[in-house]
């Protein structure tokens, strides 16, 4: 069954602690988003070795290893939009829709092992191109196609709470499913 999409415009984490989550994206130096993005990245793979990895907690909330998977495809598109705007003057970012993808991608049949292996490679290929901005860079310019523009650094603050949410989403998650098992 497809989850309802969500449109909820999440540039406000930018200027708020996450109420859901609890992560505060101006509580690192910008220069540590490497080293989160490999953090998360290394947390998934326990994650993925459940039995019910598939299941989801209800019919409108993504099962562990659909997350898991969208969090593999952040790590990838997000590596190519930082190098959008390095490499390009204020780039337009090519429309992604994160819900289609699920679907197409068939994101509830892939092999856990594999995702968790994803997961690892496209996030260290993100951290390391995180590893190699400096000084100017941190403030060149990239849009949303819904009219949001980033800098590096608040592109890189925003992108880091997604995989941050996603994993509290998981554990929440398999809490309800255990729960619901007695």
């Given amino acids: 069954m497809p989850i309802t999409p969500d449109t909820k415009d999440w540039t406000w984490v930018l200027e708020r602690v996450c109420p859901e989550c609890g992560f505060d994206t101006s509580s690192f130096p910008r220069e540590q988003v490497s080293g989160l ?13 459940r039995s019910d990895v598939r299941e989801r907690p209800s019919d409108d909330v993504w099962s562990a290893l659909e997350y898991a998977c969208h969090v593999r495809d952040v790590f990838r598109l997000y590596d190519f939009r930082l ?11 090519p429309n992604w829709d994160q819900d289609a993808a699920a679907v197409e991608g068939k994101y509830g ?11 690892e490679e496209a996030g260290e290929r993100l951290a390391t191109s995180f590893d190699g901005v400096a000084g100017d860079q941190w403030g060149r310019t990239g849009n949303r196609s819904d009219g949001a523009t980033f800098t590096v650094e608040t592109f890189a603050r925003y992108m880091i709470h997604d995989p941050i949410h996603h994993l509290h989403d998981v ?12």
């Fill in 37 to 49: 993005i490999r953090e998360n990245a290394a947390q998934w793979r326990e994650l993925l070795k």
């Fill in 83 to 93: 190098h959008l705007m390095l490499d390009e003057e204020s780039p337009d970012y």
């Fill in 109 to 119: 049949d892939e092999d856990p092992e594999g995702v968790a292996d994803a997961i």
């Fill in 171 to 182: 554990r929440k998650g398999y809490e309800r499913l255990d729960s619901a098992r007695g």
